[in-house]
């Protein structure tokens, strides 16, 4: 059996779990996520924890077992606790603000850069070089950082761009005077 897949999910109070058909529902406190099942992938919700099986021992529904149970988990961590990433602009007058529901990025091009917030991500400006993308779907996070990150990513000559907190850039050394 799958390691992750047979490790039952604790699901906290204030948290409910309903499946109907092949598809999840999750609420609680910060909001609501859905999950459509992959065919065969059993769902059992019994005293407080989420069980996870699969019909057989074939190799697709191995991996479809541990990501399965994988996904859930992340869907209950995310509606009780929510996930973020924080972001840092590295680099001479690199700043970044938010107006509403648009993030205005300068990273260095001769003009700004405009990125509208999805509406199911909070993206907060903790100080001009420094963001912070939250949310409860783990993926959409993740998604928007990285698209943030794609903008300018960081060189390795000078560490110039956006990078993620606690990233380590790799750097290379310039050129030798002679």
Do not use: C
Request: proline residues 6%.
């Amino acid at each position: 059996m799958s390691r992750i897949g047979k490790a039952p999910i604790v699901i906290p109070p204030q948290t409910k779990v309903e499946v109907a058909n092949s598809t999840v529902s999750v609420a609680g406190i910060k909001g609501e996520l859905h999950l459509q099942l992959y065919s065969g992938i059993g769902i059992k919700v019994e005293e407080g924890k989420i069980w996870v099986t699969r019909p057989s021992d074939e190799k697709m529904y191995k991996a479809l077992h541990g990501l399965s149970r994988a996904l859930l988990a992340n869907m209950v961590h995310g509606v009780t606790k929510g996930f973020e990433k924080r972001l840092e602009l590295i680099g001479l007058g690199f700043r970044a603000q938010v107006q509403g529901q648009m993030l205005t990025l300068s990273l260095g091009f001769s003009h700004p850069i405009e990125y509208p917030v999805p509406p199911d991500v909070k993206i907060e400006a903790e100080s001009p070089t420094s963001l912070i993308v939250s949310g409860i779907d783990k993926q959409r996070v993740g998604q928007v950082a990285a698209q943030i990150r794609g903008y300018r990513k960081p060189e390795p000559y000078k560490g110039k761009g956006v990078k993620y907190q606690g990233e380590h850039i790799r750097r290379k050394a310039g050129k030798t005077g002679a």
